[in-house]
């Protein structure tokens, strides 16, 4: 059976925002440097996981909003490095010094009404009034 594409799910855009496109291949470089020096278990100190756990969690973060269809999978995602912490012996977010990574909440903005920005009433000249000449 073949993929059937949702139709309604816009594909993510061809240019990022400022910034994000050198951040991102910035980031995954750094990646695969980091994969490269670390080869075996003995390269691994408990603080380098800690980071190397932390840069995930906040990439994750920052992919939760890159698409609709990207949350569900950053949650699982989110989920299976708790996980990772827990095993690895790392802080979970549990204790009192340490925060959860959590997505931010969004910003409500009011429904625009009126006039739009800027129109600051009708002005009416010195001597003449509001209901006539």
């Known amino acids: ?6 139709q309604d799910v816009k594909s993510l855009p ?4 400022p910034g ?3 951040r991102a291949e910035a980031l ?3 990646a695969c440097e980091l994969h ?11 603080a380098a996981a800690e980071d190397a756990v932390e840069a995930m969690e906040t990439t994750a973060l920052a992919l939760h909003s890159a698409h ?3 949350a569900v ?11 990772l912490r827990r095993d690895l012996g790392l802080t979970t977010g549990d204790e009192d010094h ?3 990574v959590v997505p931010p909440t969004p910003i409500p903005r009011p429904k625009r009404r009126g006039l739009g920005p800027g129109y600051r009433g009708l002005q009416i000249p010195p001597g003449r009034t509001a209901s006539g000449p």
């Open 20 to 22: 994000v496109a050198e």
């Open 28 to 30: 995954a470089d750094a």
């Open 98 to 100: 340490d925060q959860a």
């Open 1 to 6: 059976m073949p993929d059937v594409v949702d």
């Open 68 to 70: 609709p269809a990207t």
């Open 73 to 83: 999978a950053m949650d699982t995602i989110a989920q299976v490095l708790v996980r």
């Open 36 to 46: 490269d020096a670390a080869s075996t278990p003995a390269s691994w100190s408990a």
């Open 14 to 17: 061809i240019i990022a925002a």
